[in-house]
Each structure stands twice: as C-alpha cells, then as structure tokens.
C-alpha cells in the first residue's frame, strides 16, 4: 500500500521560511515524478511545484518561482519542498503527489496524480 506523509509545516512570519518534507512507503521511488500542491480555504486545489523522476526536470507555479525549491533524495525516498519569503497567500494545506506513470519530465495538473499524502498545514502571519 503506497502512503505519502508530509511534515515540516507550521507557524511562520511573513519573509520567514519552512522546509517541507514528504517520506513515500510502497512505492518505487525512483520511477514516480512528485508533486506540492496547496488548497487554501475556500479556493481550488493549485499547483506549487513538481520535479522528475532523476530530478533533472522541475515546474514551479509562476507565483513560487525563486522563492520555492523542489528536490528529492531517492536514497531516502523523501521529496522536499524549501519554502523561502514566505508571504500570507502561501497559507494553505500543502500536500505531495505521486505520478507513477510518468516518465519523463514533471506534471503541473493534479490529474496525472495517482497518490496523495494527507497533508500539512502551513501559516504565514503577516
């Protein structure tokens, strides 16, 4: 049974910084492209950012671009998202994805997912 467990979230001031961590369990790790996605209340479900199976290959939403990093330890079978000036609209559940049937670059919609973690809270006071 696959299961993705975030953690690393929290409580930060605005221009503070978190580091996300997501640890994957019975999957083959190295063949899934992963994914951040965040919901905040009352909105959609959005893309944060992804990156490839080796990792050579990484998509940011245009609002994370040069604040958010996306990185995988294969090793360790964890995914990380290193979130930087952090602002009050990055408030949201940030949750990471598994696309196993993707084996070439990184998936910017939620539909090509097929495995979801439960997610984890992250707040940004102003």
């Known amino acids: 049974q696959v299961q993705l467990v975030e953690s690393g979230g929290g409580l930060v001031q605005t221009g503070g910084s978190l580091r996300l961590s997501c640890a994957a369990f019975g999957l083959t790790f190295n063949t899934a492209a992963l994914g951040w996605f965040r919901q905040a209340p009352g909105k959609e479900r959005e893309f944060v950012a992804a990156?490839?199976?080796?990792?050579?290959?990484?998509a940011y939403a245009d609002s994370v671009k040069g604040r958010f990093t996306i990185s995988r330890d294969n090793a360790k079978n964890t995914v990380y998202l290193q979130m930087n000036s952090l602002k009050p609209e990055d408030t949201a559940v940030y949750y990471c994805a598994a696309d196993i049937f993707r084996f070439y670059g990184a998936s910017t919609s939620s539909n090509t997912y097929n495995y979801w973690g439960q997610g984890t809270q992250v707040t940004v006071s102003s």
């Open positions: 990156i490839s199976r080796s990792g050579d290959n990484t």
